[in-house]
Nanobody, 124 residues
Framework: QVTLVESGGGLVQAGDSLRLSCAVS????????MAWFRQSAGKEREFVSG????????DVAESVKGRFFVSRNNAKNEMYLEIDILKPEDTAVYYC?????????????????WGQGTQVTVSS
């Protein structure tokens, strides 16, 4: 069994930066590519950014490109999401997800492991 735990969320002001973390524990060999998704109130969960197993390939949703940056540290079994110039519309629960394949997917159905999420609230 593998467990993903997000951290780093909170209440921030518009224009601030924030770094979310996702810690992987347990059967870490079950997780290769990883991704961040988010879900705002009343909306479906959406892909934000993904990263390949070795970190050499990243994918970012067009809507957040230039402000969201994904990275990982395999020695620490952690993945990160750096969010710059936060906007009120970034308010959401942010989830990390993992899949056994080496490259990320933008489809949540392709991920087998999910964290519980961390709330990010951006005030204007």
């Amino acid at each position: 069994q593998v467990t993903l735990v997000e951290s780093g969320g909170g209440l921030v002001q518009a224009g601030d930066s924030l770094r979310l973390s996702c810690a992987v524990s347990g059967r870490i060999d079950y997780v290769a590519a990883m991704a961040w998704f988010r879900q705002s109130a009343g909306k479906e969960r959406e892909f934000v950014s993904g990263i390949s197993q070795n970190g050499g390939y990243t994918d970012v949703a067009e809507s957040v490109k230039g402000r969201f940056f994904v990275s990982r540290n395999n020695a620490k079994n952690e993945m990160y999401l750096e969010i710059d110039i936060l906007k009120p519309e970034d308010t959401a629960v942010y989830y990390c997800a993992g899949r056994g394949q080496d490259y990320p997917s933008q489809s949540e159905e392709d991920y087998t492991t999910w964290g519980q999420g961390t709330q990010v609230t951006v005030s204007s």
